[in-house]
């Protein structure tokens, strides 16, 4: 096998490999912190990559289904944004811990206050403490707006169709799981909440840097591991035919 056949091999093996990585961060998504139990409460990071190598994103809104309303939402101070939580009355008042709630959350806005935001090859999470989470629905479906700072506003608003292929904007969406044996999460959402916002000094925008940066370098690593295995059996079968052709001769 000559040289430049290796070489092929080797492309071919690192550029499946980043074709199959690459959209695994591209998208703005939710995941809880443990788990988000039906009719408990939950801690979820709304993960947000920068996808612009020369802007950065200094806006994200965080919508709240309508359908299925949240009354209490709790964010976690993040130093270098603002944060601002929108209300808004209920068509249909909600019942919680024996009392009726008239008004949920509709909106959550973090705004980069520093004017730095997530910097081009980062990512941001942005926590909040959430319940109580509806019984009559498997998932919840949060449409996000990302702003860049060059006013460039990408739309995460698109809903996932059984049989068909995700969409190019989808909007991130959390999966519930099965209510738990007390049917709330309250103590544990509650005290990781109250943990999380007495780090101040550590707090999610500090930690966006080291995370994001060892996430990259995790998935180069893998690229090179890869690549260079490939090149090593490319060249071990070629070794092989070699020594078999000398030993015939």
Excluded at 18 to 36: D, K, R
Excluded at 106 to 135: H, M
Aim: aromatic fraction near 6%.
């Amino acid at each position: 096998m000559k040289a430049s056949r290796i070489a092929a091999v080797t492309a071919v093996a690192g550029t499946a490999v980043l074709a199959v990585s690459s959209p695994a961060f591209a998208h703005v998504s939710v995941q809880p912190e443990g788990t988000a139990a039906k009719g408990g409460y939950a801690v979820i990071d709304f993960k947000v990559p920068n996808e612009r190598d020369d802007a950065s994103t200094t806006k994200v809104e965080v919508n709240f289904p309508a359908d299925h309303p949240i009354a209490s939402v709790l964010a976690q101070p993040m130093a270098g944004w603002g944060i601002d939580v929108t209300k808004s009355k209920l068509a249909k008042p909600l019942e919680m811990h024996g009392e009726k709630i008239s008004e949920a959350v509709t909106k959550v806005t973090w705004t980069a206050s520093d004017g730095k935001g997530v910097q081009p090859g980062f990512f941001q999470k942005f926590p909040l403490s959430v319940g109580a989470l509806p019984e009559n629905t498997d998932e919840l479906v949060f449409k996000a707006l990302q702003t860049y700072s060059d006013k460039e506003v990408v739309r995460w608003i698109e809903v996932q169709q059984k049989g068909q292929e995700e969409p190019e904007n989808p909007a991130p969406v959390l999966a519930l799981s099965a209510a738990t044996g007390d049917h709330h999460g309250t103590a544990a959402a509650e005290d990781t909440a109250a943990e999380t916002s007495a780090k101040t000094g550590t707090t999610a925008s500090d930690d966006s840097g080291s995370s994001g940066g060892s996430d990259t370098t995790a998935r180069v690593l893998g690229v090179v591991g890869i690549v260079v295995g490939a090149a090593g059996v490319a060249y071990g079968v070629a070794a092989g035919r070699r020594r078999s052709t000398g030993s015939e001769a």
